[in-house]
């Protein structure tokens, strides 16, 4: 069982920063695809980005505002949101799945996180 858990979510104004850490238990977390997944009220769970041991994922609205990060000795994967938009307003979730996923679909991962609220104010 892996347990995954997300921090640093909040209130930012547009064109602000924030940077979402997610922790996961395990001891082949390098072998883990992660991603970042979120989802806004009355709207279907998207993917934000994704990594896996080699390969790395933008959804077109993340490309160039987002990087996704990971850690692996310390079993941590990041989001660096930059040029924040209302549009990014979302609950969003780290997810783990084993390698060989889909790294952009949500029906590969196994493992979801709560989730953290990301809020931009215009």
């Known amino acids: 069982q892996v347990q995954v858990e997300e921090s640093g979510g909040g209130l930012v104004q547009a064109g602000g920063s924030l940077r979402l850490s997610c922790a996961a238990s395990g001891r082949t977390f390098s072998s883990y695809t992660m991603g970042w997944f979120r989802q806004a009220p009355g709207k279907e769970r998207e993917i934000v980005a994704g990594?896996?041991?080699?390969?790395?994922y933008y959804a077109d609205s993340a490309k160039g505002r987002f990087t996704i990060s990971r850690d692996n000795a310390k079993n941590t994967v990041y989001l660096q949101m930059d040029s924040l938009k209302p549009e990014d307003t979302a609950v969003y979730y780290c997810?783990?799945?084993?390698?060989?996923?889909?790294?952009?679909?949500?029906?590969?991962?196994?493992?979801w996180g709560q989730g953290t609220q990301v809020t931009v104010s215009s």
């Open positions: 997810a783990a799945g084993r390698a060989g996923v889909t790294i952009f679909s949500p029906l590969g991962y196994t493992y």
């Open positions: 990594s896996s041991s080699s390969n790395t």
